[in-house]
């Protein structure tokens, strides 16, 4: 059952998690969202939308966020917001103590060379090589060629693909691609780096490598990041907070761990059970009557710290029942076990009772589906 | 053939890439700013001025529907006030760049439209300014469309060429239909078509490689 959690690489615990606090309480937030609403007018015939609502969240400076979402429930523009390629309809954002939805032309330019952006399709100029690529926002920042230079070999060292210097975009790999984007965002290095989707187009080996760059990013030079994505399995890896969007509010908010261990809104709910496969394999399903059988199947939420270590060893102990396992997924969300284990219990309708006492007892949720023959 | 009349060739050979070539340059000089202009102008746009490319709109299709030996002859007051004379190579120039903008621009816009949105996204995510955008993200991005553009109007000018004959522009179509079919000279209609030929062939190979060279696009390992 410790398994699991050894996959987590060594590079993702992150320092101290960071909370994100009320708004207006956090006076050191990186990225504060004040009473943020954003409507897009109705246009050609397509009705208005209201993408936004009643945004009121802070990111604290240091951390990583992952906002989580589906798709249209309005992640894209909460992140255009931060750098202020999309403005509010409503309410303002504050990063690092300037109201970036107040800024305009060239001030808003300079404003945006702190705030660095990754894409889901990387969005490379084919005509550059890796190194002129990311020395893209240099020369746009009227960096002079010997700065560029001395920089741009920093990030490719830094991402590490220096031998790519002189290969165009076409001749790279999708996650080589992705690195290059990312020194390209952290050129001007900035204090925030917002990620669009940024693994979406990779395969899950890449993703991790490329989530484990960014989380040393993040301790190295301290640069806050958030992150859009629809998988849970990016906001597993990599956030300490998290932001839960439903229909352009926030549904949940806080740490990663007790969101997860702890998930209210069925969204959440939801974005849970892809991890912790709360559907049952297809063999036992089949398996599972309502008549009783010789084994009563019991399934146990396991949630949050030290909870599912010694749970079989004690049941069996303290009941004396030979509790079988039929079924586990035990996962890791925010340094925190969280998954489900189906157990068969024998002895009869009896045994069971006791079981479902004992088990809520500790404060496990558990529920019967039934028996096996 | 005789001296002279290989001699004639020779001259009607350098009044046409003289009258294309000045023809192409002034023509690319107004075409692809208009081009740049029209790719980026519309609502929601880097130049967003909608009304103005409606306009600008409306004018080159006006000038690309005006059939190109009208347009010689309707420009002639004009002509005269550019280049001091309604006669010749030089004046042929003036309607010539008149009829090729227009249609480079056309080009120009089809080419910068087709360079991914997402670009135009991510230099304004560090900051770019409109202009930075068109030079170091459109134009570049855009450059093996370009080159293409700019080969099919100079393919397209120096047909445009033999036309110029009307107001006495010489040049290769002149020769050809004042020799070739006035004087009922195949040997020289011929001759001028195969230099037609050629000269459209080394123009359309030309383009082609400097837009496979720059384009990095299709480059593999």
């Not at chain 1, 301290?222 to 629809?230: E, F």
């Not at chain 2, 670009?119 to 170091?136: M, R």
């Not at chain 2, 001028?192 to 383009?207: C, D, F, N, R, T």
């Amino acid at each position: 059952m410790k398994a699991a959690s050894m996959n987590a690489h060594p590079s993702l615990v992150i320092g101290e998690p960071i909370e994100i606090r009320d708004a207006a309480a956090e006076p050191d937030a990186m990225v504060r969202f004040e009473g943020i609403s954003k409507t897009y007018p109705a246009y050609r015939g397509k009705p208005g939308v209201n993408a936004l609502e009643g945004i009121d969240f802070a990111i604290a400076r240091g951390s990583i966020t992952g906002v989580i979402g589906r798709s249209g429930a309005g992640k894209s523009s909460l992140v255009r917001l931060i750098n202020g390629l999309e403005k509010p309809t409503t309410g303002r954002v504050v990063v690092d103590g300037r109201d970036i939805s107040a800024l305009t032309g060239r001030d808003l330019r300079l404003a945006q060379r702190s705030i660095g952006m990754i894409f889901q399709h990387f969005n490379l100029l084919s005509s550059r090589t890796a190194a002129d690529n990311i020395a893209l926002p240099l020369e746009i920042a009227g960096w002079s060629k010997a700065d560029i230079r001395a920089r741009v070999t920093e990030l490719l060292e830094l991402v590490g693909i220096a031998d790519k210097h002189d290969r165009y975009p076409s001749e790279l790999s999708g996650g080589q691609k992705q690195r290059v984007g990312i020194a390209r965002a952290l050129a001007t290095r900035p204090d925030v780096l917002l990620s669009d989707e940024a693994t979406s187009a990779l395969d899950p080996q890449t993703t991790r490598a490329i989530l484990d760059l960014l989380a040393n990013i993040n301790r190295e030079l301290g640069v806050t990041i958030v992150l859009i994505t629809h998988e849970m399995s990016v906001v597993r890896q990599l956030a300490k907070e998290v932001v839960v969007l439903d229909a352009g509010h926030v549904v949940e908010s806080g740490h990663v761990a007790d969101i997860f261990t702890h998930p209210k809104h069925p969204i959440t709910q939801s974005f849970l059970a892809e991890v912790t496969g709360d559907s049952l394999p297809v063999s036992l399903v089949s398996r599972i009557v309502q008549e009783p059988g010789s084994h009563a199947v019991i399934r146990v939420q396991v949630r949050g710290a030290g909870a599912g270590d010694t749970l079989i060893a004690r049941l069996a102990r303290e009941l004396g029942l030979d509790v079988s396992l039929l079924s586990a997924r035990i996962d890791e969300i925010g340094g925190q076990p969280v998954g489900s284990l189906v157990l068969g219990i024998p002895g009869g309708d009896s045994a069971a009772t006791r079981t479902l006492a004992w088990l809520s007892q500790y404060q496990f949720p558990a529920e019967r589906l039934g028996y096996v023959a | 053939m005789s001296p002279e009349l290989i001699n004639l060739i020779i001259q009607a050979t350098f009044e046409s890439l003289y009258m294309v070539g000045i023809a192409a340059l002034l023509g690319t000089g107004f075409g692809l700013p208009l081009g740049v202009f029209l790719a980026t102008s519309r609502k929601g746009e880097l130049f967003a001025a909608p009304t103005v490319n409606r306009v600008l709109g409306i004018v080159v299709n006006a000038t690309r529907s005006t059939p190109f030996i009208i347009l010689v002859v309707a420009i002639i007051p004009f002509t005269r006030l550019v280049a001091g004379t309604s006669i010749g190579s030089t004046a042929a120039i003036v309607p010539l760049t008149i009829a090729a903008a227009p249609f480079i621009a056309r080009l120009v816009e089809a080419a910068i439209r087709e360079v991914d949105g997402g670009l135009i996204e991510t230099a304004s995510s560090f900051g770019a300014s409109p202009i930075q955008i068109v030079f170091k993200v459109l134009v570049p991005e855009a450059l093996p469309g370009l080159l293409l553009a700019l080969t099919l109007a100079v393919v397209s000018l120096l047909g445009y060429s033999a036309m110029v004959g009307a107001v006495g522009g010489g040049g290769l179509g002149d020769l050809g239909i004042r020799y070739g079919y006035q004087r009922f000279m195949p040997e020289m209609m011929l001759a001028v078509v195969v230099v037609l030929i050629a000269l459209v062939q080394l123009v359309q190979s030309a383009g082609d490689y400097l837009a496979r060279r720059v384009n990095r696009r299709l480059r593999h390992r």
